[in-house]
Structures are given as C-alpha cells and as structure tokens.
C-alpha cells in the first residue's frame, strides 16, 4: 500500500511539473509598433488589450491598458499573457479623459484611432469579428496605424 502510494504521489508531481512548464512554454508576450502619431497634438496613447468583452467602447472591460506619452511618431509597447484570442484598439487621448471625444455631432470621434488587423470605423466602432487576432497567428511586431479625423 505504501509503495503505491509513493508512486502515485511520482505521477502526480511529474505531472504537475509538466502543467507548469508547458503554461510557461504558451505564454507568449505580443509586441505593438503604434504608427502615424501626431507629435503636434497633446495628449497620451492609450494601447488596450481586449477579449471579447467590452470592444471597443467600454475601455473599463479591457485586459490592460499601456499609456504613452506623445513624444514621437511611432512607440512600442507590449503586453505579456494574452488571451489566445484578442483585439487592440488605440487612442490618441488628446484631452487625457479616457474616453474617446467626439466632435460636434457628439457621434463622430474627434480624436485619433487604430484597431487592430486593420480594422476601421465605418457606421460606427470596427466589431470585434472585424478586429480580433489570435495569437497562434501572431509574427511580432503587431503595427497599429493611428488615423485622425
């Protein structure tokens, strides 16, 4: 009885060993070239990471969110352990609110935008069909075009 137990107990440790390595071996970090940024507009990059929830408009829903400051054309940043399915959205935040402004029609966006795999406003938000990636399918960098109304 002992003696299978100790053997049971070999299994179980070498299995878990095996669990944790191959989550290490998955996890992969994604790497975001945002381009076309308007250095002569104030304001900070907001690079969200989002699943299926909250795309793209409800910005409090998203995995993580990177803030960069407006200082050149083009900025990196990445995120680490992301889903195996997932859509970026950025935003030139030029008053700083979190929130895309909108122009005088209180609908169009008056500020900067990008989604990711090339996914643009149309009648409204890109859906997240339109914007997903995954991550199996993913050559880093990912580049983000930011595009200005």
Known sequence: MFFS???????????????????????????????????RLPGNIMVMLFDKEGFPKNHAKAIAINVIPVTYEK?????????SEFAIKILHD?????????????IIPAEGLGFSNGAKLSFGPPS?????????DIN??????????
């Open 75 to 83: 900025a990196i940043t990445h995120f680490a352990s992301v889903p």
């Open 128 to 136: 997240y069909k339109r914007a997903k990636l995954k991550l199996e």
């Open 5 to 39: 137990f100790r053997i049971l107990l070999r299994a179980f440790i070498v299995i878990g060993v095996f669990s944790v390595m191959s989550k290490i071996v998955v996890a992969k970090d994604i790497v975001i070239h945002v381009e076309n940024i308007d250095t």
């Open 94 to 106: 030029e008053d700083e609110s979190g929130e895309v402004s909108k122009n005088w029609t209180g």
């Open 140 to 149: 880093n960098p990912i580049k983000i075009s930011i595009i200005y109304p």
